[in-house]
């Protein structure tokens, strides 16, 4: 088993996706109690069985929402273990991100990279808890990474986006979008308790810090080679921790 996304239910219970391997990227539930014992699991083929697997909670934690390989979403009964409906045709990359609403908010599809000129039409959904769709907005992005989930700040408004952030209003209306220097979004977006939102690019390896109103607050630039990683996380003190990917000289980068 290695992945980057293990959750923890109410009771302390931690659930994460087991890969299966040999090429197929089929992944198993696990569920497992506070002393390392299996509780259950769930074996279903399209399920997501790759690093990228993080399954997501519902706000009441009744049901857990995992990424999928031929269908996008899979959402699990935690009570029976069986699943309640899925969503989708395309492969999820990004764990499923949910609101306090219990909306999912999803961008299906494989990573794909388009040479300068050309962009790729994807889609941002908006899911209520039966899997029906709210609503959705169509965006251009030359690249969409994994591990890319978008964040809610504390007005309810999305971020998202690939080699430009977009902020939608929770009912899905444009609020401005900002385009991030030959950039493209390599990680989590997180959001703090003010509502600014941290933005970590790959190709020329920076930072931003965006107001929730759009505009720049900061940046940092010329980051040493992949230093930005998977989920970044914020401390009390307000710091701000990136983990490396795949860099031998750097584990974690604190931003102040």
Not at 8 to 21: A, E, Q, S, T, V
Not at 170 to 182: A, P, Q, T, V
């Amino acid at each position: 088993m290695y992945n980057i996304g293990i959750n923890i239910d109410k009771g302390g219970n931690l659930y994460f996706i087991d890969i299966l391997g040999g090429g197929n990227y089929k992944g198993t539930l696990k569920v497992l109690d506070k002393k390392g014992n299996i509780l259950w699991t769930l074996l279903d083929d399209r399920i997501l069985g790759t690093p990228d697997a993080a399954p997501s909670f519902s706000p009441d934690g009744n049901t857990i929402y995992i990424q999928g390989i031929s269908v996008s979403v899979l959402a699990v009964n935690v009570k029976s273990h069986t699943i309640k409906w899925t969503f989708g045709n395309k492969k999820q990359l990004s764990s499923p991100v949910i609101d306090n609403a219990g909306n999912i908010y999803i961008i299906p599809g494989d990573i794909e990279n388009f040479t300068e000129g050309f962009s790729n039409k994807r889609k941002l959904y908006s899911l209520n808890s039966k899997g029906e769709i709210n609503w959705e907005y169509g965006f251009m992005s030359k690249k969409i990474m994994d591990n890319t989930e978008p964040t809610i700040d504390y007005n309810g408004n999305i971020y998202f986006g690939g080699d430009t952030l977009y902020s939608l209003t929770n009912s899905g209306k444009l609020r401005w979008k900002r385009f991030l220097d030959k950039g493209f979004i390599m990680s989590s977006l997180v959001c703090d308790k003010d509502n600014i939102v941290y933005v970590g690019t790959e190709s020329v390896e920076q930072i931003f810090a965006f107001e929730s109103n759009g505009e720049l607050k900061w940046k940092v630039n010329n980051l040493e080679f992949r230093t930005i990683g998977a989920c970044p996380a914020i401390t009390d003190e307000g710091s701000l921790l990136y983990p490396s990917w795949r860099n031998y000289q750097i584990s974690l980068s604190i931003i102040n």
